[in-house]
């Protein structure tokens, strides 16, 4: 079974953000990755490499908030009212797979769904109805 989570994206400040909600909640981080901990990272800009690649709070037995830093210059942009996705967690590389398809009819995927670098399969897409997903399952180590 599939879980939602909320992915919120920022302007360069998720890390105050974060910080902010995690004295609401009161739980520790379970994940921050910064840009220059990327794979060819000596790309990345020295203005973005400690900004936030990927950051997750746990606020609840089965939410997380996670959340991003948008960077301009990789042509990411912030627009209030629509700086969030919904990101599904499955249980399969299939039902991910099945789940990606779905939403991605009469949409536009922006990411294939694909192995990334941090352990998941993974993709994102913009649904017809102009929803922002994220789709992934971790991959099983061993």
Same mark, same amino acid.
């Given at each position: 079974m599939a879980s939602l989570n909320p992915y919120l994206n920022f302007n360069g400040n998720t890390e105050e953000a974060f910080n902010f909600y995690k004295s609401v909640f009161g739980n520790e981080f379970s994940s921050v990755m910064r840009w220059k901990d990327m794979p060819d990272s000596e790309k990345i800009p020295d203005t973005v490499r400690e900004k936030i690649m990927h950051i997750?709070?746990?606020?609840?037995k089965e939410t997380i908030l996670m959340g991003t830093d948008r960077i301009e210059e *990789?042509?990411?942009q912030v627009t209030a009212g629509t700086n *969030? =996705?919904?990101n599904v967690?499955? @249980?399969s590389t299939a039902e991910a797979d099945k789940i990606f398809n779905a939403l991605a009819k009469g949409g536009k995927p922006t990411m294939p769904? @694909? =192995?990334? *670098?941090?352990?998941s399969y993974f993709g994102m897409l913009t649904d017809k109805f102009g929803i922002h997903w994220m789709v992934d399952t971790e991959l099983k180590k061993g």
């Open positions: 997750s709070l746990p606020i609840g *990789f042509g990411q *969030f =996705n919904i967690s499955t @249980e769904m @694909e =192995n990334t *670098f941090w352990g």
